[in-house]
RNA sequence: GGGUCGAUGCCCGAGUGGCCAAAGGGAGUUGACUGUAAAUCAACCGGCAACGCCUACGGAGGUUCGAAUCCUUCUCGGCCCA
């Protein structure tokens, strides 16, 4: 993309918030590269989709000839930002923070690209030039430049200093942290631009001003709004909790089922601030999605895209494969690789031995898929029960070429439920 | 402390000796419809080796051919009087 359309486009998309001094900015990012951080914290072992938003925004600014620094937060992440908060933060202790730390550095390598070039992604932690400052040193270096009068009309402190939890001194001086580490990639690697969600905006604009005090020179700082959901509720939770970008913790298919199921009301808004296809596309994208949006055109281009991005193409291909079955497609014709997929998905069993001649009983009872053998007899009766493709009859009997590709017997319960059965040969 | 009413299936709530696995409603399940939405309609909705048997109407004991229903007692709860 052109230089000179970037901050256009990111607003098209809904992506700025506020930014310092537009023009300025604009022009600034029109004569040449610009490096850019934004900062993650590591208050736990993976990122979640709501942080796709700030490390997509890093990767529009590199595809358009910038340099991005995402940040891991090993210093800032001891403290806690006092924002977004009622009451006061637990600490991590050290030995979670590094794991944290070095999970999350996985993970925002891989939006980014770090191949060697003039774009090249770098990769910094706060830890490494915040803990060995002396405390004298930082107090006068950066302390000196802020007045707690500013300081606390903050509103992230603000809040905190009118509830009744109040806010330690310890998170009160976060701010000062995340100023330092503008102050100091600016320093050290010319970084001129903080990004992040809008509830930064205070932190950020403190590490602008530290900048200007320190050196003279202007930085600039850019937010993009928080990702909410319709209600105003947090992005990123589902049923489970929160949607994480580790495939340990969510699974590709549920990750991939989280975008999917995004209603109609907020699914322009997620398309435009996620995608990374041009404006121009989406736009024609949303008309043919309202056109008939029982085809969930929107939630189905985002969901691939973005699983995509976060967990390679055959992932996705597989977790698109997995819900055509687990929503009604015939699991018969399912690769050996997209049920194993879905066996990760839903209850499953072990079965010894031959299949043919089975009834269906023990094993839905055992899942728990069925309460008891008379409830498996009723829905037998109502023809609820299939094996792969399958209807069982009444007897609920198992033949042998029930059995799928890779050895996988799939039962399906009703629409939704399903159990799979992994024989020996299985994976 | 005295009196009185009550305790029923996941929830609410009928039932006051056999016709009671227990009305009705809600929730839930399944099917139809459908957009991986909602609504609507229908069936199901204790268990089992299943035209029968077992368990179950707060707990224990009793009366009776037969008890959710009657008696005794215990536990818990509502209300009234001290």
Redesign the pocket.
């Known amino acids: 993309m052109d230089r000179m359309d970037l901050l256009d486009d990111l607003a098209g998309r809904g992506l700025l918030h506020d930014t310092t001094d537009r023009q300025a900015l604009a022009a600034r990012l029109s004569s040449g590269p610009i490096a850019l951080y934004i900062g993650f914290d590591p208050t736990a072992d993976s990122l979640h989709a709501g942080h796709l938003v700030g490390q997509l925004f890093m990767r529009r600014f590199q595809l358009a000839g910038h340099r991005p620094f995402p940040l891991a937060g090993g210093a800032t992440g001891m403290i806690g930002d006092p924002g977004g908060r009622s009451e006061e933060r637990n600490l991590l202790d050290a030995d979670t923070l590094a794991h944290n730390v070095s999970r999350i550095q996985a993970q925002l390598s891989r939006l980014v690209d770090f191949e060697p070039g003039p774009y090249q992604a770098t990769l910094v932690n706060n830890a490494d030039w915040t803990v060995s400052i002396p405390m004298l040193d930082f107090l006068r270096d950066v302390g000196k430049h802020f007045t707690v009068n500013q300081m606390i009309a903050k509103d992230s402190v603000r809040s905190r200093i009118d509830s009744e939890h109040g806010i330690s001194y310890t998170e009160f001086s976060y701010m000062l942290l995340q100023a330092h580490d503008f102050l100091h990639l600016h320093q050290t690697y010319g970084v001129e631009l903080q990004a992040g969600a809008s509830d930064q905006w205070g932190n950020i604009t403190a590490g602008v001003e530290l900048i200007r005090r320190r050196t003279g020179a202007t930085a600039y700082a850019a937010t993009h709004p928080l990702m909410v959901r319709a209600d105003g509720s947090k992005f990123g939770k589902s049923v489970g909790g929160a949607v994480w970008l580790d495939p340990a913790r969510t699974s590709p298919y549920q990750f991939?089922?989280f975008f999917?199921?995004v209603?109609?009301d907020m699914v322009g808004t997620y398309v435009k601030m996620l995608s990374m296809r041009p404006l121009a596309e989406l736009v024609e994208l949303l008309e043919r999605h309202e056109a008939a949006?029982?085809?969930?055109l929107a939630?189905?281009a985002l969901?691939d895209e973005l699983t995509e991005l976060v967990h390679g193409r055959e992932a996705a291909e597989t977790a698109r494969a997995a819900?055509?079955v687990?929503?009604?497609g015939d699991p018969s014709r399912a690769t050996a690789a997209t049920l194993a997929a879905i066996a990760a998905e839903v209850p499953s069993v072990t079965l010894d031995g031959d299949i043919e001649g089975r009834r269906v009983?023990e094993l839905l009872?055992a899942a728990g898929l069925a309460?008891?053998?008379?409830?498996?007899?009723?829905?037998l009766?109502?023809?609820?029960l299939r094996a792969g493709g399958r209807v069982l009859a009444a007897d609920g009997l198992l033949r042998a070429s029930d059995l799928l590709d890779g050895g996988y017997l799939v039962l399906r319960?009703?629409?939704?439920?399903y159990l799979v059965g992994k024989t020996s040969r299985a994976g």
């Open positions: 991939r089922q999917v199921q209603g109609d949006p029982e085809q969930r939630q189905r969901a819900a055509e687990l929503f009604g009983h009872t309460a008891s053998n008379s409830e498996v007899g009723r829905l009766a109502q023809g609820a319960r009703g629409k939704r439920d």
